[in-house]
Nanobody
Framework: QVQLVESGGGLAQPGGSLRLSCAAS????????MSWARQAPGRELEWVSG????????YYADSVKGRFTISRDNAYTTLYLQMDSLKPEDTAVYFC???????????????????WGQGTQVTVSS
């Protein structure tokens, strides 16, 4: 069965960095686009970043563009999110998600994803 397991969350200071990982199994990882989304307390789930199945194209929400970098290693079936210049407003639970296909028309449409991990908490505070 499909499994997505996030790790790497924790506490970071403003301006600091964290790297999230998402270990995928139970499907042919290289055939599917993937994304990261986040949910802050009291707020709706927000799409953060997406990546094409071979990693050749990446997409970002305006709120994280220039600070976050998504990548993937298809040989190790792992998705990553490098988060730099962290801000307190980045505090949220971060989820990885598997797309329904290899190239969603709109990566930011959360309806395009059919499996989600359990999430990892990221807290940015001094």
């Amino acid at each position: 069965q499909v499994q997505l397991v996030e790790s790497g969350g924790g506490l970071a200071q403003p301006g600091g960095s964290l790297r999230l990982s998402c270990a995928a199994s139970g499907f042919t990882f290289s055939q599917y686009a993937m994304s990261w989304a986040r949910q802050a307390p009291g707020r709706e789930l927000e799409w953060v970043s997406g990546i094409y199945r071979d990693g050749s194209d990446t997409y970002y929400a305006d709120s994280v563009k220039g600070r976050f970098t998504i990548s993937r290693d298809n040989a190790y079936t792992t998705l990553y999110l490098q988060m730099d210049s962290l801000k307190p407003e980045d505090t949220a639970v971060y989820f990885c998600a598997k797309a329904r296909g290899g190239s969603p028309t709109y990566y930011s449409d959360l309806e395009n994803y059919d499996y989600w991990g359990q999430g990892t908490q990221v807290t940015v505070s001094s």
